[in-house]
């Protein structure tokens, strides 16, 4: 079932639909020394039938480690064109090329399998983070194919458990806050800005 | 001295000038439990003379008992034109009523002096996140003096010891990354994107 909060997200994306940066969001999570990190993510679309966020990351990148000492994350969403602003607290399911589950491998692929040539060579490109590698192949990949994942790639999943909508435009501003409580239904509440 | 960050920062800033939304950016804090929060706040300037960013925040806020519990953030700016991240890790310093610095309380005087009447008013809003006060009253008030900051006002500061600049147009991207070493120097290093 649909939480309340996706359908004035789906009018915020439908909104900004011509804008692909409508798409960056920026996802927090704590490192094992327990400090903050923060990034830029691309929105790859919910989960069918769930309220479950997409988002791709590499093996070899710093927030996997993060993740798997602290699996929870937030998101903040912020449109600029209608100056809305969405905080997305929930629980991050990696999934990764040794993930047992055979649904979450298969939706590992499919996601995989949309990606652009140019995002696929990415997780073919020398380890992210490291000394630069100034050799010009080393980037110049062939596109790996588009049927069998590479190893680095993982699909990211994020279960919101606690909702924040805030919105700039009104006169004073709306916000709003859903909770998924035990039972998985989704408590809301007008809370002041 | 500025540090080496400071010019390809003030590059995306000079050339978002036309765009209030270029000036807002995302801060991950670490809550007292040990979970990643993340909000939009708006860039005001960085202090004369030094490398700190400059943010303001309501004393009622959540983030407040987060940083006096680990006073670490991460800010993620993303330039939407000249597709730019710049990741900024640093430590923070909160600037209260009864922050006893001469200094910063100049400082923190002189940043709600330069609010809007607009701004200004939302610190005499009722407690944020609170279950919404529907009294219209509440939210018209009149605005606060321009030379007295209100109680609820507070000045943040974050002094970067780690900065992560990405370009996402360059033919592979560059990403660089510079650390304030404990003698202050800043060392810069090309990285993998």
């Not at 309220?51 to 791709?56: E, K, P, T």
Request: charged content about 20%; overall charge positive; some cysteine.
């Amino acid at each position: 079932m649909l939480a309340p909060w996706r359908s004035p997200l789906a009018r915020a994306l439908h909104r900004h639909r011509r804008q692909p940066q409508a798409r960056y969001l920026q996802l927090a999570t704590v490192t094992p020394e327990g400090y903050p990190a923060n990034r830029t993510v691309v929105f790859r679309g919910f989960r069918d039938e769930t309220n479950q966020l997409r988002i791709v990351t590499d093996a070899r990148s710093g927030k996997i480690a993060q993740l798997l000492q602290q699996p929870w994350g937030e998101i903040c969403w912020y449109f600029s064109e209608s100056r809305e602003q969405f905080r997305l607290f929930g629980s991050l399911v990696l999934v990764a090329q040794d993930s047992p589950d055979p649904a979450l491998q298969q939706e590992r692929q499919q996601i995989w399998q949309r990606l652009s040539d140019t995002a696929r060579s990415q997780f073919a490109w020398p380890h992210p983070g490291a000394a630069r590698d100034h050799r010009p192949e080393s980037f110049a990949v062939a596109p790996p194919e588009p049927t069998a994942p590479l190893a680095e790639f993982c699909l990211l999943l994020l279960e919101p458990q606690r909702v924040d909508w805030l919105e700039l435009c009104g006169e004073p501003q709306n916000r709003w806050r859903y909770v998924r409580d035990a039972t998985g239904y989704w408590q809301q509440a007008a809370v002041n800005p």
